[in-house]
Nanobody, 116 residues
């Protein structure tokens, strides 16, 4: 399985972006997919997860502003980011939830820059 994040860019505070995570390979065995982000000098932070039944989970820092979803073939997972803040600036990655707090594979992320 390979995952590729895309859709990042430079926006102003209050604006929106939609990220995409394209999944290739054997999709049928994937139970849940998560978005993470990493800012310079900080550790990787979990952002959101969409589980196999479509159940979604969010970190407190993005709850109410971000929405995770997937297409009907589960080959693409989206992260709609609204009301962006400067602290949302980071490289965003998507990864498969492998269970037992393990995630991967880690593909190239996409940079989101929010200017104040």
């Amino acid at each position: 399985v390979q995952l590729q994040a895309s859709g990042g860019g430079l926006v102003r505070e209050g604006e929106s972006l939609r990220l995409s995570c394209t999944i290739s390979g054997s999709i049928s065995g994937i139970g849940a997919v998560a978005w993470f982000r990493q800012s310079p000098g900080k550790s990787r932070e979990w952002v959101a997860t969409i589980a196999g039944a479509g159940t979604t989970y969010y970190s407190d820092s993005v709850k109410g502003r971000f929405t995770i979803s997937e297409n009907n073939t589960k080959s693409t997972v989206f992260l709609q980011m609204n009301k962006l803040k400067s602290e949302d600036t980071a490289v965003y990655h998507c990864a498969v939830d492998l269970g037992r707090a393990r995630y991967g594979p880690w593909g190239q992320g996409t940079l989101v820059t929010v200017s104040s």
